[in-house]
């Protein structure tokens, strides 16, 4: 009987145990939202300027306000200084906050909010300065060669035709070079407007030797170097091209077949590389698009690689092979680098533009996967000599992103398709794609469902 009153016992106890340890829960605990700002200053004028942010996490409750708090002379705002009260979050998660009433050449100091019943939250500082004097910043838009009707014929201005071209490029003496993509053709633009092949036979190939003979297959990025060289980005071929001012035209990097190899030019393989740029010891910098990955091409032609993984992804970081640590792009497009070696990409699958500085820290300059109303799928980028650069956007618009990070419209709008000559949101584009400008500040676009390449002008007007 002892051991049947002991076992019975055990069995009691053992089941209260069970019953104890199944009513617990995991205590909830009440949060504040998670926000970002937006990463740049969108059109400031003397008086005001425009800013956001993205909420990335409600919280344990309901957002009941949110917008952007600044201040002149607090450089961690908070809502009891100045703030904007936007329309509250609902069923979107970014917000965009106009500031008025700001006093001309003076340094603010911006960061978004969210409250909800369980506190304020706030996204990073973004610091800027209004203008001193009374200055719209926007573009004047004119059509430089082709038409919107797609052909494959020379000639001057609008009389030329271009099929969907999409790479262009700049010379030190003001040619235009255009990746005539479905015509299979490099063509040159004289600043007279004048238009001539020299490269290419407008057939789909891989051929090198003399220009009138080579064939190249969907070609996009350009990039002109010092000597003259035309650097062609053979997207369908998965090499780079080099055509010499004598009209030769030859692999410098890349084996044909769709890869990732480093090394020799003629073991090297990329994937469908989409932009080049060089810098000013003969580097190319290579956007390889479906490898998503950014990779450099000495003179000599050795291929290494510089950032990203094969996998699409949104990492920022400082590159380091050795612990494993490469950050992450997805379908970088165009790519450009400073006169200090700084790559900026446009990375077209993360609505982002991204910074690799020659230590290899990753970092977004503007965009990003939560920002595509800042940004909606960049697919070209270039510089000027003063480190302003300039984007095209898919979604219609030519814009200007200051060394300062502000950022202009300077023409189209988003999500307008059409294709219209004029200044500013009356300007209208079809999927624009690269971009390049000239020494005296000329924007030149190839405007692909255009067929046509456009000449944008920056005006700033008093």
């Known amino acids: 009987m002892k051991t049947r009153l002991l076992s019975a016992t055990l069995f009691i106890s053992f089941s209260v145990l069970l019953l104890t340890t199944s009513c617990k829960k995991t205590p909830v605990v009440n949060s504040a939202p998670s926000l970002t700002t937006t990463d740049v200053i969108l059109d400031v004028t003397t008086t005001s300027a425009q800013s956001g942010g993205t909420v990335t996490n409600t919280g344990t409750s309901a957002i009941t306000a949110n917008g952007v708090c600044y201040s002149s002379t607090n450089q961690t705002p908070t809502v009891d200084n100045a703030k904007t009260t936007d329309p509250v979050i609902s069923t979107s998660y970014t917000f965009v906050s106009n500031l008025s009433g700001l006093t001309a050449g003076t340094t603010y100091y911006v960061r978004a909010y969210a409250t ?18 009374v200055v719209t910043v926007t573009g004047a838009v004119t059509t430089f060669a082709g038409s919107t009707t797609s052909g494959y014929s020379d000639g001057t201005g609008t009389g030329a035709q271009f099929n969907s071209p999409q790479g262009i490029a700049v010379d030190a003496q003001g040619n235009v070079y255009v990746s005539d993509t479905f015509n299979n053709a490099i063509r040159k633009i004289t600043p007279a407007g004048v238009v001539t092949t020299i490269a290419g036979t407008g057939i789909a190939g891989y051929t090198d030797g003399p220009a009138a003979a080579a064939q190249f297959y969907a070609p996009q990025g350009l990039a002109v170097d010092t000597k003259g060289d035309v650097f062609v980005a053979d997207y369908g071929n998965n090499v780079i091209r080099e055509i010499t001012p004598a009209g030769m035209v030859s692999t410098f990097a890349g084996n044909g077949t769709a890869g990732y190899v480093n090394g020799a030019a003629t073991v090297a393989e990329f994937n469908s590389p989409a932009g080049v740029a060089v810098d000013a010891s003969g580097n190319l910098f290579v956007a390889d698009h479906n490898n998503n990955v950014i990779r450099k091409i000495t003179s000599a032609g050795v291929v290494s690689y510089v950032a990203g993984t094969l996998t699409a992804g949104y990492v920022n970081a400082t590159v380091n092979t050795t612990t494993g640590v490469y950050g992450a792009f997805n379908n970088p497009n165009g790519i450009v680098v400073d006169a200090t070696g700084n790559l900026f990409v446009a990375d077209l699958g993360n609505n982002a533009i991204r910074e690799i500085t020659p230590a290899g820290v990753i970092t977004t300059v503007a965009g990003g996967t939560v920002q595509s109303a800042v940004l909606g799928y960049p697919a070209g980028i270039c510089i000027d000599h003063s ?38 949101t009356t300007a209208q584009f079809n999927t624009p794609q690269g971009i390049a400008v000239d020494g005296s500040g000329n924007i030149y676009v190839a405007d692909y469902n255009n067929n046509s390449i456009r000449k944008v002008v920056v005006q700033d007007l008093n």
Not at 116 to 132: E, H
Request: aromatic share 10%.
């Open 116 to 133: 909800n019943a369980y506190g304020t939250s706030y996204g990073s500082v973004v610091k800027f300065t209004t203008s001193s004097t």
């Open 387 to 424: 480190g302003n650069l300039f984007i095209t956007d898919e979604s219609g618009r030519i814009l200007e992103l200051t060394s300062a990070k502000v950022l202009y419209v300077l023409a189209g709008a988003s999500n307008v398709t059409g294709f219209a000559d004029g200044t500013g």
